[in-house]
């Protein structure tokens, strides 16, 4: 039986937001599956304001897309034909196969998950590299203490929803910053934050810090960049730590992004600020994942996922990324298991 493979390729370089343009589906026919090689269905795909940067054709800490291939990202899949010793049809696995309905995959490219620990959904956020992300850049850069305040901004997208509950283990006061009501009552009533800030709607955000953080700020975990971490500069502690994990505000920007200058600031404060990817971490995931695993069994930590349905949402789903419209994990469902 002849199966087709519909994907979504890169079809141009975008110029500010991506659009419909941005992205061409295509169909191919299934290769045969070669020794050595499983064929894996795609389960679920994950979408990551990371994949903005990509589409970019400039140097950068990881690979840019390339036009005319396969968008690659974060998926989930089922084996259903294999010709490995190491993987057996019904076998759930995870890799970078990206958005595409089927990929033929080497065994070393894929890494097969447990079903039965938790959810298979989240080996693409809080178990994932989501998780990882904010484990590492919160505990190896940021460093809280008992008693410090921490300041998230993104603090609703599945980076910063974890990173306020590990910051609220380690006994730190902390303070969200997301983008409606809806998430702000999610991080105080559900993940247990101290305070949250709705960017949108507050008139004066520099007062609303000051009151929320009346200490000051002694670590800012930063995925936004943009007014919001200028805000928060003015607010840091001596000897804060800031790890900088993203800058969604500025990825569709067209002209490059200006703003006040941190330097004096972090003389004046003695502050550490220091950007960081999770790769720089590889060596060290089966501890994180242990970790994580084992916060989320003992009921210290929590998830939320934003799940859109249909492989031909994918690209919308990306783009609601920069519209604020998911709270944790947005991940796409392409299908459902064949051999639960």
């Known amino acids: 039986m002849t199966r ?35 064929l894996i269905k795609t389960l679920y795909v994950s979408v990551d304001p990371y994949m903005r940067g990509r589409m970019v054709d400039a140097e950068s800490y990881i690979e840019p897309f390339k036009v005319n291939e396969v968008i690659e990202g974060g998926s ?41 620990i938790a959810p298979i959904t989240t080996h693409l956020g809080i178990l994932g590299m989501t998780g990882l992300t904010a484990y590492f850049g919160l505990l190896d ?47 105080k009533e559900e993940l247990g934050f101290d305070a949250g800030i709705n960017y949108r709607t507050t008139n004066d955000i520099e007062r609303d810090l000051a009151q929320d953080c009346p200490d000051g700020v002694d670590v800012y975990f930063d995925n936004v960049g943009g007014k919001i971490s200028d805000a928060v500069m003015t607010q840091l502690n001596r000897y804060a730590r800031i790890p900088v994990c993203g ?76 519209k604020g419209r998911n709270i944790g994990k947005l991940l796409v469902k392409v299908a459902d298991r064949q051999y639960e």
């Open 247 to 322: 800058a969604i505000s500025t990825y569709n920007q067209e002209e490059p992004d200006i703003g006040p200058r941190v330097q004096q600031t972090l003389i004046k404060k003695s502050a550490l600020m220091q950007g960081f990817t999770v790769a720089n971490y590889a060596d060290r995931f089966k501890e994180g994942a242990q970790q994580l695993g084992s916060w989320l069994q003992e009921g210290k930590l929590t998830y939320r996922e934003t799940i859109r349905e249909g492989f031909e949402n994918i690209p919308d789903a990306f783009l609601d990324l920069f």
């Open 4 to 38: 087709v493979n519909n994907q979504i390729i890169l079809a141009e370089r975008p110029q500010g937001m991506p659009d419909d343009s941005t992205f061409q589906f295509v169909q191919k026919e299934v290769a045969n599956v070669r020794e050595g090689q499983i």
């Open 141 to 187: 850069i940021g460093k809280p203490k008992e008693g410090e305040t921490v300041v998230i901004s993104g603090a609703a997208g599945s980076v910063g929803s974890t990173v306020g509950q590990i910051a609220k283990i380690k006994g730190a006061r902390v303070v969200g910053i997301a983008g409606s009501d809806e998430k702000i009552n999610y991080l």
């Open 76 to 116: 989930i899949g089922e084996v259903i034909e294999s010709k490995s010793n190491k993987f057996q049809e019904g076998d759930v696995v995870t890799g970078m196969f990206g958005w595409q309905e089927y990929y033929a995959a080497d065994e070393n490219e894929i890494r097969q998950i447990d079903p039965s």
